[in-house]
């Protein structure tokens, strides 16, 4: 055998190709799914509330993007997407619980005094969603609650995530609306 076939080289090395947007969305789970979907409707119809320009300027970040989901692509403005599936009408105000991401870096961040502004999407069994939106002024260290770490036998082990408890932030969330629409069609 030759030297570059041993390394992997050459005609017999079967070269791993990048993976289309469709094929991912494919092999997404049905929570990715549906985070991926209200990270889309948020980009779609809320304004920054950084520059505050009249047209949709948020993008999507690459997934896994450490805190943050969208970035506003005039001012630089951060903001993070969290969606939920709820029964039956959709509410005023979120209270409760809202499950989080990895504990680390979102630690990391607010020890160093750091919040993103924090976009909910409800949606119902029927497809209808909602946008809340708390920023990140109203938000306090108490909202963020560390889960227990996985234990040895999980798939990743050692990983900590955590909760938002909305009910500890310093006001409650407001829901957005896109012109006089406060109810959108969401299907992930």
């Given amino acids: 055998m030759s030297r570059h076939r041993r390394l992997g080289h ?19 789970t049905t929570k990715q799914k549906l985070g991926t979907a209200g990270e889309e409707l948020v980009a779609k119809h809320a304004r920054c509330p950084g520059c505050k320009r009249t047209d949709k300027s948020f993008k999507l970040l690459p997934p ?18 969290k969606s939920k599936r709820i029964k039956g009408e959709l509410p005023d105000t979120i209270t409760g619980t809202i499950l989080g991401a990895a ?41 963020f609650v560390p889960r227990k770490s ?9 990983w900590q995530g955590f909760m938002i408890d909305m009910d500890k932030a310093m006001a409650d969330v407001v829901r957005i609306s896109d012109g006089d629409v406060e109810e959108f069609v969401l299907r992930a």
């Fill in 10 to 28: 050459g005609p017999t090395h079967a070269r791993r190709r990048a993976r289309t947007v469709e094929e991912e969305h494919d092999m997404a």
């Fill in 64 to 81: 896994n993007f450490k805190c943050a989901d969208l970035v506003c692509d005039f001012c630089g403005y951060l903001a993070q997407v």
């Fill in 103 to 143: 504990w680390g870096p979102q630690r990391e961040r607010m020890e160093a005094g750091i919040y993103f502004s924090l976009y909910v999407v409800l949606v119902n069994e029927v497809g209808q969603a909602s946008i809340y939106f708390l920023p990140r002024d109203l938000q306090t260290a108490e909202m």
């Fill in 150 to 158: 996985l234990g040895p036998e999980a798939r990743r082990a050692g």
